[in-house]
């Protein structure tokens, strides 16, 4: 019989780019449809990540200020539990710094 039971994966990244990318790789290589993709503010604080990436870290002169950088941004969601050490490996490799599932 076959295991149909989900699992929901949670990843933490220091910039919004690792996060965006990470969604990326859930889509693209796992087939996970993007509105069953969440993505927020690990803390309860708006953020935009702990970390200028992207377009915050090539302003003219120098990080942006308008998007805070106050915490760290968690992706999170369900997948097969059969499937749980490849999508950990997909995170890590988008640049998580952590991966936990439940």
Do not use: C, K, W, Y
Not at 38 to 58: C, L, V
Not at 74 to 92: M, N, T
């Amino acid at each position: 019989m076959a295991d149909d039971s989900t699992t929901t994966i949670r990843a933490t990244f220091r910039t919004r780019e690792a996060a965006d990318l990470a969604v990326e790789h859930l889509v693209q290589q796992h087939g996970i449809s993007r509105p069953d993709i969440f993505i927020q503010s690990a803390t309860d604080r708006n953020t935009a990540g702990s970390e200028p990436s992207g377009g915050d870290a090539s302003h003219e002169q120098g990080a942006r200020r308008d998007a805070p950088l106050e915490g760290e941004i968690e992706v999170s969601a369900d997948i097969a539990s059969g499937r749980i050490d490849a999508v950990q490996r997909s995170l890590g490799d988008a640049g998580a710094i952590r991966v936990s599932s439940r």
